[in-house]
């Protein structure tokens, strides 16, 4: 019988399971089609914690990102090596999904089915990376599109769409369920529309419309609770209100906060440190303490002229992708985007080597240990 067979002949399960278990989990779903027991284990959450027991758990941040002029490259090279890409391909925006293993520092692209929407949103739920919404790359109109892959399996699949298209809009993750609010429509009006995505069962359910207008808003999640934060209205646009509102899951309602955001709330990445909202931006790190306001925690970091996303790590740290000021981070001074870790405790930034082909903007990233 194949169940009784040893993980891999000649050793002991035991020393076998380690060396399973130190694979790379890019590579670990091309373990699964091997034998019934190795695609049974890889599978197992008792193998994650195994994992981590032994050390081998890596930080994968999943970045949605513009490939700009790597577009043309990769489009000519896939045409003929010796040939540069031709003009219509040096204008058509190609989104993918990048990732950094903050555990070794490399970078890959994740291969997918379809193209990557762009401005699409990117979470992570349960061993799974959620793109929701974004725009069509050809039409560039809002999509209501769900795409999931499972990162322990490596296969990907369309979830039920939103009931609604919308695109920048806040997203974030509570409690297994993807909530999205605000963004605009496919006119370009502002939405106080949102709902809630039960990934497990692929449904959607609406909720109660927020009390204002929030298109460019953020979704974090604070303490169990969804928070869109700042945002603008059809009659203002640009101009980002200093409030936010978060969802009471308890009462079905919203509650708003006035003067939450600051005034480079446009250009801020917020996040949830602990159980607090925290925001990167052109003035460093801070921590918003209520009705006493901002408190300053970490000096911007050397290098990095603007944010654009973020994904928040275990371990009190943070990811962030921002404009790169004279080269900034990128490997060969080339500009472009760049990635920065904050360690949140001790205040302190760490420039991430970002290679040239993976400088390109990052609109939406997720993070996850595995």
């Given at each position: 019988?194949?169940?009784?067979?040893?993980?891999?002949?000649?050793?002991?399960?035991?020393?076998?399971?380690?060396?399973i278990?130190?694979v790379?989990?890019?590579?670990?779903?091309?373990?699964?089609?091997?034998?019934r027991?190795?695609?049974?284990?890889?599978?197992?959450?008792?193998?994650?914690?195994?994992?981590?027991?032994?050390?081998?758990?890596e930080?994968?941040?999943?970045?949605?990102?513009?490939?700009?002029?790597?577009?043309?490259?990769?489009?000519?090279?896939?045409?003929?090596?010796?040939?540069?890409?031709n003009?219509?391909?040096l204008?058509?925006?190609?989104y993918?999904?990048?990732?950094?293993?903050?555990?070794?520092?490399?970078?890959?692209?994740?291969?997918?089915?379809?193209?990557?929407?762009?401005?699409?949103?990117?979470?992570?739920?349960?061993g799974k990376?959620?793109?929701?919404?974004?725009?069509?790359?050809?039409?560039?109109?809002?999509?209501?599109?769900?795409?999931?892959?499972?990162?322990?399996?490596?296969?990907?699949?369309?979830?039920?769409?939103?009931?609604?298209?919308?695109?920048?809009?806040?997203?974030?993750?509570?409690?297994?369920?993807i909530?999205?609010?605000?963004?605009?429509?496919?006119?370009?009006?502002?939405?106080?529309?949102?709902?809630?995505y039960?990934?497990?069962?692929?449904?959607?359910a609406?909720?109660?419309?927020?009390?204002?207008?929030?298109?460019?808003?953020?979704?974090?999640?604070?303490?169990?609770?969804?928070?869109?934060?700042?945002?603008?209205?059809?009659?203002?646009q640009?101009?980002?209100t200093?409030?936010?509102?978060?969802?009471?899951?308890?009462?079905?309602?919203?509650?708003?906060?006035?003067?939450?955001?600051?005034?480079?709330?446009?250009?801020?990445?917020?996040?949830?440190?602990?159980?607090?909202?925290?925001?990167?931006?052109?003035?460093?790190?801070?921590?918003?303490?209520?009705?006493?306001?901002?408190?300053?925690?970490?000096?911007?970091?050397?290098g990095?002229k603007g944010?654009?996303?973020?994904?928040?790590?275990?371990?009190?740290?943070?990811?962030?992708?921002?404009?790169?000021?004279d080269?900034?981070?990128?490997?060969?001074?080339?500009?472009?985007?760049?990635?920065w870790?904050?360690?949140?405790?001790?205040?302190?930034?760490?420039?991430?080597?970002?290679?040239?082909?993976?400088?390109?903007?990052?609109y939406?990233?997720?993070?996850?240990r595995?």
């Amino acid at each position: 019988m194949e169940e009784d067979q040893a993980l891999i002949p000649g050793l002991p399960d035991d020393i076998a399971l380690d060396c399973i278990a130190r694979v790379p989990q890019r590579f670990l779903p091309g373990l699964r089609p091997i034998c019934r027991r190795w695609r049974d284990l890889v599978a197992a959450p008792s193998f994650r914690r195994h994992r981590e027991r032994i050390g081998s758990a890596e930080d994968l941040i999943f970045i949605v990102q513009a490939l700009g002029d790597t577009a043309a490259s990769i489009a000519g090279d896939a045409k003929d090596p010796g040939k540069p890409a031709n003009a219509a391909d040096l204008h058509q925006p190609v989104y993918a999904l990048s990732v950094y293993i903050a555990t070794d520092g490399s970078w890959h692209r994740l291969a997918s089915p379809d193209p990557i929407p762009m401005f699409a949103q990117c979470v992570t739920v349960e061993g799974k990376l959620i793109l929701v919404g974004g725009w069509d790359p050809v039409t560039f109109d809002p999509v209501p599109d769900v795409r999931i892959v499972d990162l322990v399996t490596g296969e990907w699949r369309k979830g039920r769409p939103m009931t609604a298209a919308r695109s920048f809009f806040a997203c974030a993750a509570v409690g297994g369920r993807i909530y999205v609010a605000g963004g605009h429509d496919e006119m370009k009006n502002a939405l106080r529309t949102a709902e809630i995505y039960d990934v497990e069962a692929d449904e959607w359910a609406a909720m109660p419309a927020m009390a204002e207008e929030r298109d460019e808003s953020q979704g974090v999640a604070i303490g169990g609770r969804f928070w869109a934060i700042s945002g603008y209205g059809t009659e203002t646009q640009g101009r980002f209100t200093d409030s936010a509102e978060w969802y009471d899951p308890e009462k079905g309602v919203w509650r708003s906060e006035e003067g939450v955001c600051s005034d480079d709330s446009g250009s801020a990445a917020c996040f949830a440190g602990g159980d607090g909202l925290w925001c990167v931006g052109r003035r460093g790190a801070r921590e918003y303490r209520g009705g006493s306001g901002w408190k300053e925690a970490a000096q911007a970091a050397e290098g990095m002229k603007g944010t654009s996303c973020m994904a928040t790590m275990g371990g009190g740290k943070v990811f962030v992708m921002g404009a790169a000021r004279d080269g900034g981070c990128t490997a060969g001074g080339s500009g472009g985007y760049g990635g920065w870790i904050l360690d949140i405790g001790a205040g302190k930034w760490m420039k991430v080597e970002t290679p040239a082909k993976f400088s390109g903007f990052a609109y939406s990233a997720a993070a996850v240990r595995m």
